[in-house]
């Protein structure tokens, strides 16, 4: 029987028609579940440093045709650091840790480029889909894979009005389950930051605050919330990262928190501003599910004249270079 697996997910036409080409085989998983890159493959074989890149910010957190340059800027960074970088997405219904250029350009280019999380990778594989993979998606392959450190812009969590509407982002649940260092600039800003932390708390996600006793708050330097524990270079966060696992124990996952440079940050008094009616516009127009924080991402960046964009490149970069010192490290 041929997939029927429905659209409705971000980057997918409301038509609701099947995406993508048939699986070969009907529903039949595919052989291999996780498909390695030749040079990730050589690189973990060889126990040289790598560093997994997510593909949703290239997808669907960025603007085309920048996000292209972005994705490939990002690559590079990873390498300038002595490290082989792994973007991971899913292609033709295969997942990938690692991509080739041509496949780099198929998920900055779109159309029908769906955003996958965790949950979406069975139906993505057994339908032959292709979607880019959000944290929760790309921590899981890249642990998977066997790869141990992954660079982010902002991890999802807990939404502003949980109370109404019960958007807690899939990315915290993974991560309390994966044994995977996550070099991000704290979690994104549109979201309830205490409320995040907390459940972070909860679930045994350890926090780590890089060069700042301060939670970072993504587009801001900071958020204005302590974090418990400070490390001030790549070397501090790879003992962490053995401590871990020699203690072994239940997997989790590893916040390195990484500010974006305060002269990088997006101005907090515009931040705010803009924010407030961003939500606002997104309650207003009912937004919900996976669309709410590529619709948030981009109105703050229609609004703030780029600003925003800028200081989100700025962290991400800032995290990219810094997850590939870590890979070292290690
Ligand atoms: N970081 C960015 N831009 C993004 C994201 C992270 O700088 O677009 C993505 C990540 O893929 C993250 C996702 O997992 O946003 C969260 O989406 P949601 O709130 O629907 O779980
Ligand atoms: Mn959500």
């Known amino acids: 029987?041929?997939?029927?697996?429905?659209?409705?997910?971000?980057?997918?036409?409301p038509s609701g028609r099947l995406h993508g080409p048939p699986p070969r085989q009907g529903w039949d998983m595919p052989e291999t579940t996780v498909t390695l890159s030749e040079e990730v493959r050589e690189a973990l074989a060889e126990r040289r440093p790598v560093v997994a890149l997510e593909s949703t910010i290239?997808?669907?957190?960025?603007?085309?045709?920048?996000?292209?340059?972005?994705?490939?800027?990002?690559?590079?960074?990873?390498?300038?650091?002595?490290?082989?970088?792994?973007?991971?997405?899913?292609?033709?219904?295969?997942?990938?840790?690692?991509?080739?250029?041509?496949?780099?350009?198929?998920?900055?280019?779109?159309?029908?480029?769906?955003?996958?999380?965790?949950?979406?990778?069975?139906?993505?594989?057994?339908?032959?889909?292709?979607?880019?993979?959000?944290?929760?998606?790309?921590?899981?392959?890249?642990?998977?894979?066997?790869?141990?450190?992954?660079?982010?812009?902002?991890?999802?969590?807990?939404?502003r009005e949980w109370a109404r509407a019960q958007d807690e982002s899939a990315d915290l649940r993974l991560l309390a389950r994966t044994r995977i260092a996550?070099?991000?600039?704290?979690?994104?800003?549109?979201l309830d930051v205490p409320a995040t932390l907390q459940r972070l708390e909860t679930l045994g996600v350890g926090v780590l605050g890089y060069a700042t006793e301060h939670f970072p708050g993504f587009y801001l330097t900071s958020s204005g919330e302590p974090v418990d524990w400070t490390v001030s270079s790549p070397e501090e966060v790879a003992a962490v990262i053995r401590a871990q696992d020699a203690l072994g124990g239940p997997e989790a996952a590893l916040v390195?928190?990484?500010?974006?440079?305060?002269?990088?940050q997006l101005d907090p008094g515009l931040?705010?501003?803009?924010?407030?009616?961003?939500?606002?516009?997104?309650?207003?127009?009912?937004?919900?599910?996976?669309?709410?924080?590529?619709?948030?991402?981009?109105?703050?960046?229609?609004?703030?004249?780029?600003?925003?964009l800028e200081a989100n490149l700025a962290a991400v970069r800032g995290n990219v270079r810094l997850a590939a010192r870590v890979a070292a490290a290690l």
Request: glycine letters at 14%.
């Open 1 to 13: 029987p041929r997939a029927r697996v429905r659209s409705g997910g971000v980057g997918e036409k």
């Open 58 to 159: 290239i997808a669907h957190g960025l603007p085309r045709p920048r996000n292209l340059a972005v994705a490939r800027e990002l690559e590079d960074l990873v390498r300038a650091g002595g490290a082989v970088p792994a973007t991971i997405a899913v292609l033709d219904g295969v997942a990938r840790v690692g991509l080739d250029k041509d496949q780099v350009e198929r998920i900055a280019a779109g159309p029908g480029v769906r955003k996958l999380g965790h949950r979406d990778l069975a139906p993505a594989l057994a339908a032959g889909a292709s979607g880019a993979t959000t944290v929760s998606a790309t921590a899981f392959l890249a642990a998977r894979a066997g790869i141990r450190v992954f660079a982010t812009g902002g991890l999802g969590g807990v939404h």
């Open 182 to 190: 996550v070099v991000c600039a704290g979690v994104k800003s549109i």
């Open 256 to 264: 390195v928190a990484n500010p974006v440079p305060e002269r990088e």
């Open 271 to 308: 931040h705010d501003r803009v924010l407030a009616r961003a939500l606002a516009e997104c309650r207003e127009r009912g937004i919900t599910g996976q669309a709410v924080t590529p619709f948030l991402l981009e109105y703050l960046m229609r609004h703030t004249g780029g600003a925003s």
